[in-house]
C-alpha cells in the first residue's frame, strides 16, 4: 500500500514535470515560429517592394525609349479637328 | 495406422490449446472490424492476421527462425518500423495550418494531459488486487493518449515490451473510435454559441517558413530534449524532404511505398505478441479501460484549453478545435468539422483544427521523450 502511494506520487511528479516541459517546449516554438514569420515577412515585402520597384522603373523606362511619334499626333489632331467640324 | 497417428499429432487440431483458440478469436475479430467496419483496416488487417498467425500451434512463425520473429526482432525490438512510419507521416504533414496559427500549438500540449492522467490511473490501478504495473508499464500504457500508433509502439517497445500487443491494439482501436468517443465530450463541454464560433480565415505561409519549421523543431529538440529525437528527427526529416521541394522522389516514397511496407511488416510484428500468455491476462482488461481513460481526458484537456483561448481572445477561437489536440492525424480535426457543421452548417473548422491536430503529433512525441528520459 505504502508502496503504491509513493508511486502515486511520483507519478503526480511526472505529471506536473511532463506537462510543464511540454509546454515550455511548445511555447518555445511558439516564440521561434513568430520569430520566423516576422523575418519572413520583413523579406516578402522587401522582395514585393523590389518587385513593383523595377516595374514602375521599367514603365518610365518604356516611356522615356518610345516617344510619341509627331505624324500619329499630327494625324490624331487632324481628326479630331476634322470630327468637331463635321459636328458643327 | 502408425501413419495416420503420426499424420494426426502433426494437425492443428491435435494441438490446439484453448488460449490459442481464443487468440485466432481475438485476431478475427480484428479483422472484422478492419474490413467489415472500416476501422483503421491499414493496421488492423496485418495486426489481425499476424495475431491468426502466431497462434497457429506447430507454424513456429514466433519462434527464433521463424518470420514474425524476425520482423519483431528487427523491425520494433530495435524501434526501426515505428520511426520509418514517423518520417512518412512527416512527409504527409502539411505544418501550414500551424504556422499561420502558432498559439493552437497550446492545444497540442494540452491534450497531452490525457497521457499523463493516465500515467497516475495506471499506477491507482495498483490498488486492484491483480494488477501490478511498474512505473515504466504505466508510461507505455498512458503514451496511448497520445492517439499516436508508432509513438506508442515506439515507446512501448522501450519500456514494457511485453505489453506492447494489447497496447498497440488499443491504440489502433481507440484511435479508430474517435470518431464516437470525442463528440459526446465536446458537446458536454461546449456551449451552441460557442460551437457556432466562425474563425478567421488563416494567412498565406511562404515557403521559406515551411523549410525553417522542421530544422526549428530538430533544433529544439536536440537542445532541450534529446531523448525525443528518434522520433521527432525522422519526422522533421520526412517534413523537409516533402517541404524542401528538391527530393520529390524520396518524399513520395516515404509517403506511399516505404510507408506501406513498414506498415504490413509493423502490423504483423505487432499481431505475432498476440498470443494467449502474453494477451488473455487481467492486465489487458485494465490498458483498454486506461487507453479509453486517455483518450477522454486528451479530449477534455485541449477543449478546455480551447475554451481558455476563447475567453481570453474576445471569442475567435472556436473550442471545438481543442479536441483536435489529440493527434489521430486527420481523423480527430475532420470530427471537430463534423461537430462544427452540426452547429452551423456553414462553418467549416477543418483547417483550423488541423493546426492543433498536427501540434498533437508534436505534442505527443515530446511527452513520449519526456518519459524516456525520466524512465527509459
Not at chain 2, 488541423?354 to 505527443?364: D, T, Y
Amino acid at each position: 500500500m505504502e508502496d503504491v502511494t509513493q508511486s502515486l506520487l511520483d507519478a503526480v511528479g511526472i505529471m506536473f514535470l511532463g506537462m510543464g516541459l511540454v509546454y515550455l517546449f511548445l511555447g518555445v516554438l511558439i516564440l521561434g515560429i513568430h520569430l520566423v514569420a516576422r523575418w519572413c515577412a520583413v523579406d516578402v515585402a522587401s522582395a514585393r517592394f523590389a518587385k513593383n520597384h523595377a516595374k514602375s522603373q521599367q514603365r518610365v523606362s518604356q516611356s522615356d525609349a518610345k516617344p510619341l511619334d509627331p505624324n500619329v499626333v499630327a494625324a490624331i489632331s487632324l481628326a479630331v479637328k476634322q470630327y468637331r467640324s463635321q459636328i458643327k | 495406422m502408425e501413419g495416420l497417428m503420426a499424420f494426426w499429432a502433426e494437425t492443428g487440431i491435435a494441438h490446439f490449446t484453448g488460449g490459442q483458440v481464443l487468440m485466432m478469436a481475438v485476431g478475427a475479430l480484428l479483422l472484422y472490424l478492419a474490413i467489415v467496419r472500416g476501422f483503421e483496416p491499414l493496421l488492423l488487417l496485418p495486426i489481425g492476421f499476424g495475431a491468426v498467425l502466431a497462434n497457429i500451434p506447430h507454424a513456429g512463425f514466433t519462434e527464433e527462425g521463424g518470420m514474425l520473429y524476425y520482423a519483431y526482432h528487427v523491425g520494433i525490438e530495435t524501434g526501426v518500423f515505428p520511426l520509418l512510419i514517423f518520417m512518412g507521416v512527416g512527409a504527409l504533414t502539411d505544418f501550414s495550418a500551424l504556422i499561420a496559427n502558432p498559439k493552437t500549438l497550446l492545444l497540442g500540449a494540452a491534450a497531452q494531459f490525457g497521457i499523463f492522467v493516465t500515467l497516475i490511473g495506471a499506477i491507482a490501478l495498483n490498488l486492484v488486487p491483480g494488477f501490478e504495473f511498474t512505473m515504466k508499464d504505466a508510461a507505455a500504457i498512458a503514451i496511448i493518449g497520445g492517439a499516436d500508433g508508432p509513438t506508442a509502439i515506439f515507446l512501448a517497445s522501450k519500456l514494457a515490451p511485453e505489453l506492447l500487443g494489447a497496447i498497440a491494439v488499443a491504440a489502433y482501436s481507440y484511435m479508430a473510435l474517435v470518431p464516437i468517443i470525442q463528440p459526446p465530450i465536446m458537446r458536454l463541454l461546449t456551449t451552441q454559441a460557442e460551437r457556432e464560433i466562425k474563425m478567421e480565415q488563416l494567412r498565406e505561409v511562404s515557403k521559406k517558413e515551411k523549410i525553417i519549421f522542421p530544422l526549428m523543431v530538430l533544433g529544439l529538440t536536440i537542445l532541450f530534449l534529446p531523448a525525443a529525437t528518434p522520433l521527432v528527427g525522422m519526422f522533421c526529416l520526412g517534413n523537409l524532404m516533402r517541404e524542401s521541394g528538391v527530393v520529390d522522389r524520396l518524399s513520395k516514397t516515404a509517403q506511399n511505398e516505404l510507408i506501406n511496407i513498414v506498415t504490413i511488416f509493423l502490423g504483423l510484428a505487432v499481431g505475432s505478441k498476440l498470443s494467449a500468455d502474453q494477451f488473455l491476462r487481467l492486465e489487458t482488461l485494465g490498458i483498454l479501460v486506461l487507453g479509453a481513460l486517455a483518450f477522454g481526458v486528451g479530449t477534455a484537456a485541449g477543449v478546455l484549453m480551447a475554451k481558455l483561448m476563447c475567453k481570453l481572445s474576445g471569442g475567435k477561437v472556436n473550442p471545438l478545435i481543442g479536441a483536435a489536440g489529440v493527434s489521430a492525424v486527420p481523423m480527430a480535426a475532420r470530427v471537430v468539422n463534423k461537430v462544427g457543421l452540426e452547429a452551423n452548417q456553414h462553418n467549416f473548422l477543418l483547417m483550423h483544427a488541423m493546426g492543433p491536430n498536427v501540434a498533437g503529433v508534436l505534442g505527443s512525441a515530446v511527452a513520449a521523450g519526456i518519459l524516456l528520459a525520466v524512465l527509459g
